[in-house]
């Protein structure tokens, strides 16, 4: 199989990839050793969920390179529940995230055409865990802090004072000068004279700072950020994807790059990849050999991600170290639940329709305005908010349901995030860590389920570490994607992947040899392309 460029690996990264060269004209290979799109940012069912951390943690002789690397990443892994009825209507995430409503993931979803192959669901609220039962709505713009009758006119006026600085040119202004590394809390208390409560809302639900020590300049480029994002969609400034996030949309990637004449090869091992040497004018530089498949892959470039980095032929370059706020240098714990009961937030208002769009559309609905339950939300446990707890560490949980096609009617999915940034936190299993915090959620599901414990139908528990990016060897080594699926916060993974991909994307081009041809990430929708069978 003759081709220009191979990419091993379906996650986002690697599918926006594969699309934009694809789209460039060029002939491209994307293989994965999984059966399913999307790798460690992949979708699941309930079984295959099962299937894939029973492949992670069973012993078998005969694993495979590929998920010997993968038993090195993720760890720890543990589960418990039967898997309930209907199980393929569900759509878990591996790397569960929401998306800001102006970005890079959104810019190129449009600019490639790959929206029409996906919806979105507008991101309800976001809550503050206060007490067991209670979790308060953030108030997220100008419109939210007037209606919000808890809040004083003197707290309100420093609120509206915080956001018109943080939407707007910051840099230069004397409140930030001298305290771009400051703990952003204490940034807030000493320039903002805010309180304890506004810090907590402001630092973990508008920032989704991970811990009391985030430095203030990146957590104040994620607010601007954010908050530029609300009113494109509605009046949130995030969307959450159809059938489970970014797993989809990496699939969507995939399927524009089918369309442009990129060929897929899913469920085979890679077994070799080899530089051929001093090859004769007009053959290929390199070879792939994949398991059960008669005919070698022979390509000029070769793009890898991380999973696959031992089969390469020399040691990978890095195309790009960039993380939009983070090193990405912590692993994380991570929880998946499903329940029967929805959460509900005190005091919610329900969000309006969103405003139509015509390439995202939200086509989910928006909540009864006599209704406290939600879809698809955040829920924040800032630092010391659970007795049990990090006392320094915020915890984020992702809620989504059936409005956002995740989940069967009547049942929910909920994903705990925490990283862990010292040495007492790695040691413990991401069962101790995140089940006082599963505990606390569970307390404010309708009906309350404070005396008598509600138990999810199914839980896992997982550690995800992040990746070791190798140095450079030389120019002509194959492109490594550096992982940008594990950042500190929330709303960044999808914006990272775009990032990491454009990089790709350029260095390809230029051991192509055609950077003076290409010009552009995605070249423009003159006609809308006609779909083939892929």
């Known amino acids: 199989m003759d081709l220009d460029v191979a990419v091993l690996g379906t996650g986002l990264t690697e599918s926006i990839v594969a699309a934009a060269l694809s789209k460039a004209g060029y ?11 999307g790798a460690d940012d992949a979708s699941l069912s309930v079984d295959e969920l099962v299937q894939w951390a029973d492949e992670r943690t069973k012993c078998d002789a005969e694993f495979s390179p590929y998920i010997s690397r993968q038993r090195e990443r993720f760890t720890d892994i543990s589960y418990s529940g039967t898997v309930p009825a ?33 919806g979105f669901k507008l991101l309800e609220r976001v809550a503050l865990y206060e007490s067991p039962g209670v979790a308060k709505p953030v108030p997220g713009n100008k419109e939210d802090i007037f209606k919000d009758k808890q809040l004083s006119l003197l707290h309100k006026r420093r609120l509206m004072r915080f956001l018109m600085f943080a939407g707007g040119e910051f840099e230069d202004k004397p409140e930030l000068q001298g305290h771009e590394q400051t703990p952003f809390p204490t940034f ?40 530029r ?81 031992s089969l ?56 009864d305005p006599q209704s406290a339950t939600v879809d698809t939300a955040v829920l924040v446990f800032p630092p010391g908010t659970v007795s049990d707890g990090s006392q320094s560490t ?15 009617g009547g049942k929910w999915v909920i994903y705990l995030s925490m990283p862990l940034l010292d040495e007492e936190m790695k040691a413990q299993t991401p069962e101790q860590l995140l089940r006082p915090y599963l505990n606390a959620a569970l307390t404010i599901t309708l009906p309350h389920a404070a005396e008598d414990r509600l138990e999810p139908l199914f839980m896992l528990f997982y550690k995800q570490h992040p990746t070791t990016v190798l140095m450079p060897s030389d120019d002509e080594s194959p492109p490594l994607l550096p992982d940008p ?24 081009i230029e ?20 779909e083939d069978e892929w």
């Not at 993931?105 to 490639?112: E, G, T």
């Not at 915020?394 to 069967?408: D, K, R």
């Not at 950077?515 to 006609?530: C, N």
């Open 229 to 309: 994002s609300t009113g494109r969609y509605g009046p949130s400034p995030f969307l959450f994807g159809h059938y489970g996030g970014i797993g989809e949309i990496a699939q969507g990637f995939c399927r524009t790059a089918a369309v442009a004449g990129a060929t897929y090869v899913l469920g085979r091992q890679v077994i070799s990849t080899q530089v051929v040497e001093a090859p004769p004018e007009g053959s290929r530089k390199y070879r792939v050999t994949i398991d059960e498949l008669s005919e070698h892959i022979e390509c000029d470039v070769l793009i890898s991600s991380a999973d696959y980095t």
């Open 188 to 227: 807030l208390k000493e320039k903002f004279s805010l309180d304890d409560t506004a810090v907590r809302a402001i630092a973990y639900a508008i920032a989704f700072c991970a811990s009391t020590s985030d430095p203030t300049l990146p957590a104040l480029h994620r607010i601007r950020r954010y908050l």
């Open 394 to 408: 915020a915890v984020h949980v992702l809620v989504t349901g059936e409005g956002s096609v995740s989940a069967p």
């Open 312 to 367: 390469l032929p020399s040691r990978p370059l890095a195309v790009s170290n960039m993380s939009v706020s983070s090193p990405g240098d912590y692993p994380v714990a991570r929880c998946i639940a499903i329940l029967d009961c929805p959460l509900a937030f005190t005091g919610l208002v329900a969000a309006t329709e969103p405003a139509e769009d015509p390439e995202i559309q939200d086509s989910g609905t928006s909540p």
């Open 511 to 530: 051991q192509l040899k055609a950077a003076d041809v290409i010009d552009s990430f995605w070249p423009p929708l003159d006609v809308v392309e006609e």
């Open 485 to 508: 699926s594990i950042p500190l916060y929330l709303p960044e993974m999808a914006d990272s992947s775009v990032h990491v991909a454009e990089a790709t994307f350029w260095r390809a």
């Open 27 to 37: 002939k491209v290979g994307h293989l994965d050793a999984n059966p399913y799109y």
């Open 86 to 118: 209907q199980s393929r209507q569900y759509a878990l995430s591996l790397c569960p995230t929401i998306v800001p409503s102006v970005g890079p993931l959104i810019d190129s979803l449009i600019a490639s055409g790959v929206s029409r192959y996906g």
